[in-house]
């Protein structure tokens, strides 16, 4: 079955520092992925995503890179500051199925 | 307006006993999924309800768990005879399109405790 998985499960950075978040995927036939932000006790809440036909797209402070060759996904957070603290998941989906398929999870945690 | 709401918040039960955790999605969205998630663990799809359409229940682990979609809105996920690794937090999200849309927003989950 598909996995999606994530290189470190925590990060710590300075503020103002940038963050780098990382995610592996192993279904080739996914075409869109989502990153979450999910504060403790709430439920996820939608960043950013990306289909397969690009490679980069860019939002508020965030930036998310897909490698389609390596089955590669990055978060990229500018400016990290102190509410971006948050647990991140990678989401994964395929247009044939009605599945997403989510990582285990980062933990960011911004220092002060 | 509102978000998608889901009751109880918290819910802690005894191993054996029945649960039902229920959803509103937002109002208008098509789309709605029940999630799981364990503690420290990513989600785990469980169903997927689109419209008039059958649901899509091949998440769900067991023959215990079943949900229903009412009127095309609230949904309510039911777990009988509880077992302690059915703790976790359970997760409901809507959308408008279902995967046209794909954006998903999340509910503040229920958290299920067996004792």
């Known amino acids: 079955g598909e996995s999606v998985g994530l290189h470190l499960p925590t990060l710590s950075v300075q503020e103002g520092d940038n963050s780098i978040i990382n995610c592996a995927y192993s279904n080739s036939a996914s075409d869109y992925f989502i990153w979450y932000k999910q504060e403790s006790g709430k439920g996820p809440q939608f960043i950013i995503d990306i289909r397969s036909n690009m490679d980069k797209r860019q939002g508020q402070r965030v930036t998310v890179l897909l490698n389609k060759t390596v089955k590669h996904l990055s978060l990229q957070i500018a400016a990290t500051q102190p509410g971006d603290s948050a647990v991140y998941f990678c989401?994964?989906?395929?247009?044939?199925?009605?599945?997403?398929?989510f990582g285990t999870g980062t933990s960011l945690t911004v220092i002060p | 307006g509102a978000g998608v709401s889901q009751s109880p918040s918290n819910k802690v039960t005894e191993k054996g006993k029945d649960v039902e955790l229920r959803c509103d999605p937002i109002?208008?969205?098509?789309?709605l999924y029940w999630y799981r998630q364990s503690l420290g663990q990513g989600l785990e799809f469980l169903i997927y309800?689109?419209?008039?359409?059958?649901?899509?229940k091949s998440g769900l682990p067991s023959d215990r768990f079943s949900a229903e979609r009412t009127g095309g809105s609230v949904s309510t996920l039911t777990i009988q005879r509880t077992q302690q690794e059915d703790s976790a937090v359970y997760l409901c999200?809507?959308?408008?399109?279902?995967?046209?849309?794909?954006?998903?927003?999340f509910g503040p989950g229920t958290r299920l405790t067996v004792t």
């Open positions: 109002s208008g969205h098509t789309a």
């Open positions: 989401a994964e989906t395929a247009n044939t199925g009605n599945q997403f398929y």
């Open positions: 309800f689109q419209g008039n359409s059958a649901p899509d």
């Open positions: 999200a809507s959308s408008s399109w279902g995967l046209a849309a794909r954006e998903q927003y």
